[in-house]
T-cell receptor, first 114, second 112 residues
Framework: GAVVSQHPSWVICKSGTSVKIECRSLDFQATTMFWYRQFPKQSLMLMATSNEGSKATYEQGVEKDKFLINHASLTLSTLTVTSAHPEDSSFYIC??????????FGPGTRLTVL | DAKTTQPPSMDCAEGRAANLPCNHSTISGNEYVYWYRQIHSQGPQYIIHGLKNNETNEMASLIITEDRKSSTLILPHATLRDTAVYYCIVRVAAQGAQKLVFGQGTRLTINP
């Protein structure tokens, strides 16, 4: 299947700082990218959907000013967690899709906020 | 999208077939059944999907009942590396931003 990468794979930051996570589609152009969050022993929760060149669509309950998503090119989307707090500590996973093709997931980024 | 119901956990012996059930009694005619799995601390991995016919690929087989209200994912010869959480998802595979909504899945443990 297609390859999706995320960087960094893990990050530790202090409370109040901002953290940027990158999601790249390595061998295809992703017209749509999705961002998920997963807390320990829970399922994946969709945070937002982004289409290249347009604003992201956020799921109910997800603060768009706190989780900034940029999908500036067909191979890159970024998620910035602004003013991170310990409750934002989680496993963040992106997925990418080209047209009507299947979604392929990245390996995830583990964020720990101290 | 229709809701799915899966057992929370299952065990299977290494080398045997693992059969994972999924109920989707409210599935609509244009909704597909997708299966993904997530190995600990990794992103989900696509396994297989189908509409009404049974499907097989190099990873697994998908058996969908005639009324489409339930399906079974079959891993023919389970290995220890198949230990993961398996998610059954029903959704419309059409144009637009079709999102995957994950339920709680089945935690499959393959025992040596």
């Amino acid at each position: 299947g297609a390859v999706v990468s995320q960087h960094p794979s893990w990050v530790i930051c202090k409370s109040g700082t901002s953290v940027k996570i990158e999601c790249r589609s390595l061998d295809f152009q992703a017209t749509t990218m999705f961002w998920y969050r997963q807390f320990p022993k829970q399922s994946l929760m969709l945070m937002a959907t982004s289409n290249e060149g347009s604003k992201a669509t956020y799921e109910q309950g997800v603060e768009k000013d706190k989780f900034l998503i940029n999908h500036a090119s067909l191979t890159l989307s970024t998620l910035t967690v602004t003013s991170a707090h310990p409750e934002d500590s989680s496993f963040y996973i992106c997925s990418a899709r080209s047209g009507r093709a299947e979604q392929f997931f990245g390996p995830g980024t583990r964020l720990t906020v101290l | 999208d229709a809701k799915t119901t899966q057992p929370p956990s299952m065990d299977c012996a290494e080398g045997r077939a693992a059969n994972l059930p999924c109920n989707h009694s409210t599935i609509s005619g244009n909704e597909y059944v997708y299966w993904y799995r997530q190995i600990h601390s990794q992103g989900p991995q696509y396994i297989i999907h189908g509409l009404k016919n049974n499907e097989t690929n190099e990873m697994a087989s998908l058996i969908i009942t005639e009324d489409r209200k339930s399906s079974t994912l079959i891993l023919p010869h389970a290995t220890l590396r198949d230990t993961a959480v398996y998610y059954c998802i029903v959704r419309v595979a059409a144009q637009g931003a079709q999102k995957l909504v994950f339920g709680q899945g089945t935690r499959l443990t393959i025992n040596p």
